[in-house]
């Protein structure tokens, strides 16, 4: 699967999480980058969630692996969850 065919699966992902409430926030797939050792980092650029890395090769569902690295990882976060943080609020 190319880097651009994951980026779409990453973003449908994200889509349906949204769409049944299971993250707080709308998150964009902006580019996915891989160092050809299994690794990928999906990057967000969002400041309450730069990026996720995922172990994934092929014949895996790359959507729930994702899924399940996204839910874990927003599990975790804390705070007001639906506005952006800017970094005066990371200084309080």
Not at 6 to 32: G, M, N, S, V, Y
Not at 43 to 61: C, H, K, M, N, P
């Given at each position: 699967?190319?880097?651009?065919?994951?980026?779409?699966?990453?973003?449908?992902?994200?889509?349906?999480?949204?769409?049944?409430?299971?993250?707080?926030?709308?998150?964009?797939?902006?580019?996915?980058?891989?160092?050809?050792?299994?690794?990928?980092?999906?990057?967000?650029?969002?400041?309450?969630?730069?990026?996720?890395?995922?172990?994934?090769?092929?014949?895996?569902?790359?959507r729930?692996?994702?899924?399940?690295?996204?839910?874990?990882?927003?599990?975790?976060?804390?705070?007001?969850?639906?506005?952006?943080?800017?970094?005066?609020?990371?200084q309080?």
């Amino acid at each position: 699967m190319t880097l651009e065919l994951l980026r779409l699966e990453a973003q449908l992902t994200l889509d349906d999480l949204l769409k049944d409430q299971l993250i707080p926030f709308e998150l964009t797939a902006q580019k996915i980058e891989s160092d050809d050792s299994g690794e990928y980092v999906v990057r967000f650029y969002d400041s309450r969630l730069f990026s996720i890395t995922v172990a994934w090769e092929e014949g895996q569902s790359f959507r729930d692996i994702f899924r399940a690295a996204v839910m874990e990882r927003v599990k975790g976060m804390r705070g007001p969850l639906t506005e952006p943080v800017t970094i005066e609020d990371r200084q309080n």
